[in-house]
């Protein structure tokens, strides 16, 4: 079980639009469309943007969306604000009926 | 409104056990998968297990199989894991998670967490 790979870190300014990847295998990212995406801010529970690659719970802004394209998935954020830094979690569903997360990636808004 | 309080974490010593409890409210608790995935301090998330909402099926991350058990008890809305044989990389921030009722790799609602320290 390993973990997903994101990169450590990314930044943008606001109003920009910044994209975080999340690579797995053909064994779980690529497999299925189970992928889902976590915001956590400092102290604070994960919260879920995105579920199912590309599905918004009722309440998640917009501007958050997910794709994925072969053993990669990636979130977006369009019109980059301020609450928006915050770390971000990708998860999967796996071919061992197990779930994984990605390491996280820290978001700054410059 | 969707509410997940988890209780029992504490200091515990190396092969020690202890037992979590997540007490939910606001929605049918046998309808939904339940989760908990855990935090170290400073670190990222991890899943440890899930149960189906009738009790029927679970799922364990490998770094827990054979030491911990989840459970639940529907008819007192409450979630349970069983931790035995404790150790050091244990040490974290444990979450109660709920699913939608579509897919149990999704977790929606959070509870805020009970820390679990394995320390001599």
């Known amino acids: 079980q390993s973990a997903l790979t994101q990169p450590a870190s990314v930044s943008g300014s606001p109003g920009q639009t910044i994209t975080i990847s999340c690579t797995g295998t053909?064994?779980?990212?690529?497999?299925?469309?189970?992928v889902s995406w976590y915001q956590q801010h400092p102290g604070k529970a994960p919260k879920v943007m995105i579920y199912d690659v590309n599905n918004r719970p009722s309440g998640v802004s917009n501007r958050f969306s997910g794709s994925k394209s072969g053993n990669t998935a990636s979130l977006t954020i369009s019109g980059l604000q301020a609450e928006d830094e915050a770390d971000y979690y990708c998860?999967?569903?796996?071919?061992?009926?197990?779930?994984?997360f990605g390491g996280g990636t820290k978001l700054t808004v410059l | 409104e969707v509410q997940l309080l988890e209780s029992g974490g504490g200091l515990v010593q190396p092969g020690g056990s202890l037992r979590l409890s997540c007490a939910a409210s606001?929605?049918?608790?046998?309808?939904?998968?339940m989760s908990w995935v855990r935090q170290a301090p400073g670190k990222g998330l991890e899943w440890v297990s899930t149960?189906?909402?009738?009790?029927?099926?679970?799922y364990y991350a490998d770094s827990v199989k054979g030491r911990f058990t989840i459970s639940r008890d529907n008819s007192k809305n409450t979630l349970y894991l069983q931790m035995n044989s404790l150790r050091a990389e244990d040490t974290a921030l444990y979450y109660c998670a709920k699913s939608p009722v579509t897919t149990w790799s999704a977790l929606d609602y959070w509870g805020q967490g009970t820390l679990v320290t394995v320390s001599s």
């Open positions: 149960i189906s909402g009738g009790g029927t099926n679970t």
């Open positions: 053909s064994s779980d990212v690529g497999k299925y469309k189970f």
């Open positions: 998860s999967s569903y796996t071919i061992s009926t197990t779930l994984v």
């Open positions: 606001g929605f049918t608790f046998s309808s939904y998968s």
